[in-house]
Every structure is written in structure tokens, then in C-alpha cells.
């Protein structure tokens, strides 16, 4: 009965679980990995609780959970693929692409960032000493 048995308790789950799903969203900080293991967890429970789920809702409400800065892409999936038959694995993958992509670019921009730092305190560096020796 603790962990389920009684139907109070398993009503009170189910309500929770719908509450967790409606109020989804994406974190600015978060990346794809870390949005779906919590997502994937509210859905497989739902279905547990075998509460009806139609095929398309987990993927639609994820595209739209996607912050702001995912506009374009979420725009370009839902132009097309038909969400009635998209896979959440297959949105998964379709996400992972492009942020690996921005992980890559950002990396490279730190990169040249830490170089020109490097290469504006070396030349600052020779000035002061030119003119330290004048």
C-alpha cells in the first residue's frame, strides 16, 4: 500500500506526474541530455500508471519546452517533420546535432579568445619593454 496499492495514492502519483509534465520547460543552462532524462522519467511513469499518453503529445511538448534560443530549429522541425509520427529518439538526435555543433563553435570562440588575450599581453608586453629601455 506505501508504495502504490491504494488508489488514493496512486491518483495523488498520476496527479503529480501531470502537474511535473505540464510545467516542464528547458533551463537556460541545460543542455539536451539533461532535459530529456527527466522528461523520459515523467512519461515512462505516466504510462506505468497506464495513463492514456497520445503519441504525438511527449513530442510536441518537448519542441515547444526548448527555450527561445532554439527558435529556428524548433521552427525547421515542426516544418518538416510530421509530429504525429516523429520518436522521441528521433527528436533527441535531431537536437543533439545542432548543440553539439554550438558546443564545438563556443570551444573554437574560447579558444581564439585565450589566444588573443595571449597574443594582446605579449605585444603589450614588448611595448612596455621598448619603452622602459628608452
Known amino acids: 500500500m506505501t508504495y502504490g ?18 510545467n ?5 543552462d541545460e543542455d ?4 530529456f532524462d527527466p522528461f523520459s522519467i515523467i512519461v ?7 495513463e492514456p499518453i497520445p503519441k504525438d503529445k511527449p513530442v510536441r511538448k ?7 534560443s532554439w527558435y529556428s530549429k524548433k521552427t525547421t522541425i515542426i516544418e518538416e517533420k510530421s509530429l504525429k ?5 528521433v527528436l533527441k538526435g535531431s537536437l543533439f546535432t545542432p548543440e553539439m555543433m554550438m558546443s564545438k563553435g563556443k570551444k573554437i570562440e574560447e579558444k581564439v579568445i ?3 588575450n595571449v597574443a594582446l599581453k605579449s605585444s603589450t608586453s614588448q611595448q612596455e619593454d621598448s619603452s622602459g629601455e628608452e
Do not use: C, H, W
Request: net charge positive.
Open 24 to 28: 516542464f520547460k528547458m533551463d537556460l
Open 114 to 116: 585565450v589566444n588573443m
Open 5 to 22: 496499492g491504494k488508489n488514493e495514492v496512486k491518483e495523488t502519483k498520476i496527479e503529480l506526474l501531470n502537474l511535473n509534465y505540464k
Open 32 to 35: 539536451i541530455k539533461a532535459m
Open 44 to 50: 515512462n511513469e505516466l504510462k506505468g500508471f497506464r
Open 62 to 68: 518537448l519542441i515547444y519546452s526548448l527555450p527561445d
Open 85 to 89: 509520427e516523429l520518436k522521441l529518439d
